[in-house]
């Protein structure tokens, strides 16, 4: 398989180039010192079975209610969200202000399947359809040939479908895919959330290195976005309590900009 390079930040225009693509690969963007803090954060969240708990009080917020813990109450993972370089970025693709969707933290290991085409846009009930979500892929240990490669598909961004309109593919090549396979430690790929992507695994399943993976996403103020987990205010309440975000950025935790919760 030809490997195609993806489109990289230069000083001629990122925002355009996220405009065009859907994407935009910021190589090594994370600090060492906050790679050293993240990565035993993810292991512990992993291990200790957090993420399980986590997903069983998604899946069934009746019963589990909210979790203990949520991934930015973790100092490094909360450093990560309102990583000031991170978020001028995003602020400079939103052109505005903008709010905290989720955050996710996994640890894939060498035989993790690959997850099949698909976008992860929320619907919101605003009257502009260009509203944008931004999803941050943030890869700390970095990505080599021995993990789950990231294919995405510049342009699918500007199609009007749904999530997993091209599922039924999985993840197989596609024209005009550009896959993103080779990245230093402490890389982060932003894409606009409406853009399909897919998650490759790898092709000789048990012989690769785990695949440290965190994702958080934005969303541009104007709309009421739809939440992603049903313990989406408790999470908020968390991330305000501990004064994240700070005046810099008064919109980041604010529970006006969202609907209420909808399984499915």
């Known amino acids: 398989m030809t490997l195609t390079p ?11 180039r996220f405009t065009e693509t859907g994407h935009l690969v910021l190589p090594g963007l994370l600090p060492d010192d906050l790679l050293r803090r993240l990565l035993p954060e993810v292991d512990h969240w992993v291990d200790r079975g957090l993420r399980e708990r986590s997903i069983a009080s998604s899946l069934a917020p009746d019963r589990h209610g909210p979790p203990p813990l949520v991934e930015l109450e973790m100092p490094a993972h909360a450093e990560l969200l309102t990583f000031a370089p991170l978020l001028e970025r995003i602020a400079a693709l939103m052109g505005g202000p903008f709010v905290h ?25 605003g009257d502009h359809a260009d509203l944008l979500m931004v999803h941050a892929l943030h890869y700390p240990a970095g990505l080599d040939a021995t993990m789950g490669h990231l ?27 550009t ?8 890389s982060t790929v932003l894409l606009d959330s409406a853009l399909f992507h897919a998650r490759r695994a790898v092709p000789h399943r048990g012989a690769g ?11 541009q103020v104007g709309g009421r976005w739809r939440p992603a987990k049903p313990h989406w205010r408790d999470t908020l309440r968390r991330a305000r309590r501990l004064g994240l ?15 209420e919760y909808r399984a499915g």
């Open 6 to 16: 993806p489109v990289r930040d230069d000083a001629d225009g990122p925002t355009r």
């Open 179 to 186: 896959v993103i396979a080779d990245l230093p430690p402490g």
């Open 101 to 125: 969707h989720h955050l996710h933290s996994v640890r894939q290991g060498p035989d993790t399947e690959g997850k099949p085409w698909h976008h992860d846009r929320e619907p919101h009930d």
């Open 245 to 259: 975000g700070g005046d810099r950025w008064p919109d980041l935790f604010d529970e006006r900009h969202f609907t």
């Open 209 to 219: 290195r785990d695949r440290y993976f965190i994702d958080a996403s934005y969303c």
């Open 151 to 177: 294919a995405v598909l510049p342009g699918s961004h500007r199609e009007r479908a749904g999530k997993t309109a091209r599922a039924h593919l999985g993840t197989s090549v596609l024209p005009g895919e």
